[in-house]
Antibody
Framework: QVKLQQSGAELVKPGASVKLSCKTSGYTFSTSYMSWFKQIPGQSIEWIGMIYAGDGGTGYNQKFKGKATLTVDTSSSTAYMDLSSLTTEDSAVYFC???????WGQGVMVTVSS | DIQMTQSPSFLSASVGDRVTINCKASQNINRYLNWYQQKLGEAPKLLIYNANSLQTGIPSRFSGSGSGTDFTLTISSLQPEDVATYFCLQHNSWPWTFGGGTKLELK
């Protein structure tokens, strides 16, 4: 069955960077798209961007350009998202989802605090 | 960006009630509209894709309708396990955008 397993919760200092992972199984990762989302608890969801695992091609929400960088490792069927220059406004739950939004990872809480 | 206006924000209903949730897009999105259910502390779960297609494994009491700018999610007979927040998502054009959510509780 399709599974997306995200890395564990992160506590990071302002100004730092963090790399989140999303390890997949149960489908052909190398010919699929992966989207990433941000959700502040109690609020709605924002789409960060999408990556095609076949060639690494990406598309970003303008709001997150310069903040998020999406990459993939097809050898391990894993997608990654780098978040840079973190501020308290980046504190949120981040989800990966197979494009189309049919299968989602469990989410990872990122807390930015000194 | 396409704005998705979801209503109502909160909904209280009884077991067995018919429940409807609406989403209005700021421009034509054809049928590229998904509905999600999210329970506290969990990831969103896809219920309906492309406006009216029921995702595999989702009970038939959930249905979707609409096209263009106006869409509806209907729960034909509310069950206790349907207590959750519901979101619509347009995937017609980038950036994908979500509605503000509808929190559904039991009366």
């Amino acid at each position: 069955q399709v599974k997306l397993q995200q890395s564990g919760a992160e506590l990071v200092k302002p100004g730092a960077s963090v790399k989140l992972s999303c390890k997949t199984s149960g489908y052909t990762f190398s010919t699929s798209y992966m989207s990433w989302f941000k959700q502040i608890p109690g609020q709605s969801i924002e789409w960060i961007g999408m990556i095609y695992a076949g060639d690494g091609g990406t598309g970003y929400n303008q709001k997150f350009k310069g903040k998020a960088t999406l990459t993939v490792d097809t050898s391990s069927s894993t997608a990654y998202m780098d978040l840079s220059s973190l501020t308290t406004e980046d504190s949120a739950v981040y989800f990966c989802a197979r494009a189309g939004g049919d299968y989602w990872g469990q989410g990872v809480m990122v807390t930015v605090s000194s | 960006d396409i704005q998705m206006t979801q209503s109502p924000s909160f909904l209280s209903a009884s077991v067995g009630d018919r429940v409807t949730i609406n989403c209005k897009a700021s421009q034509n999105i054809n049928r590229y509209l998904n509905w999600y259910q999210q329970k506290l502390g969990e990831a969103p779960k896809l219920l309906i894709y492309n406006a009216n297609s029921l995702q595999t494994g989702i009970p038939s009491r959930f249905s979707g309708s609409g096209s263009g700018t106006d869409f509806t999610l209907t729960i034909s007979s509310l069950q206790p396990e349907d207590v959750a927040t519901y979101f619509c998502l347009q995937h017609n054009s980038w950036p994908w955008t979500f509605g503000g959510g509808t929190k559904l509780e039991l009366k």
